[in-house]
Every structure is written in C-alpha cells, then in structure tokens.
C-alpha cells in the first residue's frame, strides 16, 4: 500500500474552521469539523482561547466554494431537492 492510497490517520486529518461571529465580537462562534468539512460541530469560545485552539489545531480556514457547497447540502438534506414535491 502506498502513502497515496493509504487512508489517513486521526492525527493526520486536516481540521477546517468557519467563522460565523462578527470580526468585533468578544466570543467567536464557528463551525469545526476534522477531515470532512460537511461534518461540523459549533463552538464558541473566547477571542483568545479560539487564537489558541486554532494554532493547536493547525486549523484551515474554509474557502468561499466550500463553504457554499455546504450550505447548498444543508439546504438539500433539510427540504429535499429542488423541483421535488
């Protein structure tokens, strides 16, 4: 097996973030999901501790396209396909 095909490991798995508070806010609240950026948990932690786990996580901001095909997906999974009834 090579390193290519090999499946990754917990550890290895990149971990995604997207921020849904205001810039100004004293709390951050964002989305964190490890390896598939459609499975998410929210969280909100103060400005400094978010500073924190982001760095300890090694955390990768979610792009515009990313973020839009998630919430394309929630909004499929929540009423169904467009035209069906």
């Known amino acids: 097996m090579t390193s290519e095909t090999r499946a990754k490991s917990f550890d290895e ?3 995604y973030i997207r921020v849904r508070s205001e810039p100004g ?3 951050v609240e ?3 999901a490890i390896g598939h950026p459609e499975l998410f948990v929210e969280l909100v932690l103060p400005r400094e501790a978010f500073q924190i786990f ?3 996580n090694n955390v990768v901001h979610m792009d515009s396209d ?3 095909q998630i919430d394309e ?3 499929k999974w929540r009423f169904g396909e467009r035209g069906q009834r």
Do not use: G, Q, Y
């Open 13 to 15: 798995m990149t971990r």
């Open 54 to 56: 982001c760095k300890h």
């Open 25 to 27: 806010d004293k709390f």
């Open 66 to 68: 990313m973020i839009r």
């Open 73 to 75: 997906d929630m909004v």
């Open 30 to 32: 964002f989305d964190f």
